[in-house]
C-alpha cells in the first residue's frame, strides 16, 4: 500500500466454521507488527449462516478481541480491512493475525 494512503480491502468468504454445540466465539487480533504503521486499522468479520448474517464482531488497533455466541451448525466467515496508513519514508512491513478461540 502507499506510504499515507487510506483503503479499505474485502476479502470476501475466508473459511467455514463448523459447530458441534454452541460456543461463544472468540475473536483476537495481534497488530504488534504494524501498529507503528497505521493511524487506524479495522478488521470486520461477519458470520453467516445459510447466507444470513447472525454475527458481526469488529476489531481495531485498540479493540484487540471481540466475541460471537452462535449455536451448533455450519457458519461461513467474511473479512473486511479497512486503513489509515501513517507516512513513511521507507519500505516498512508486518502482518495482522487474527486468532478464531472457542472452548473444547
Given at each position: 500500500?502507499?506510504?499515507g ?89 508486518g ?10
Amino acid at each position: 500500500m502507499v506510504s499515507g494512503s487510506t483503503g479499505s480491502k474485502d476479502f470476501g468468504k475466508v473459511g467455514t466454521l463448523s459447530l458441534p454445540t454452541g460456543y461463544a466465539i472468540t475473536f483476537e487480533l495481534d497488530t504488534s507488527t504494524i501498529k507503528n504503521h497505521f493511524d487506524s486499522f479495522m478488521v470486520y468479520i461477519y458470520v453467516y449462516k445459510g447466507g444470513t448474517l447472525v454475527g458481526s464482531c469488529s476489531l481495531s488497533l485498540t479493540t484487540s478481541s471481540g466475541s460471537v455466541t452462535l449455536d451448533a451448525g455450519s457458519y461461513d466467515l467474511y473479512l473486511k480491512v479497512s486503513y489509515t496508513a501513517k507516512s513513511v519514508s521507507s519500505a516498512v512491513s508486518g502482518t495482522a493475525t487474527i486468532t478464531l478461540k472457542y472452548p473444547g
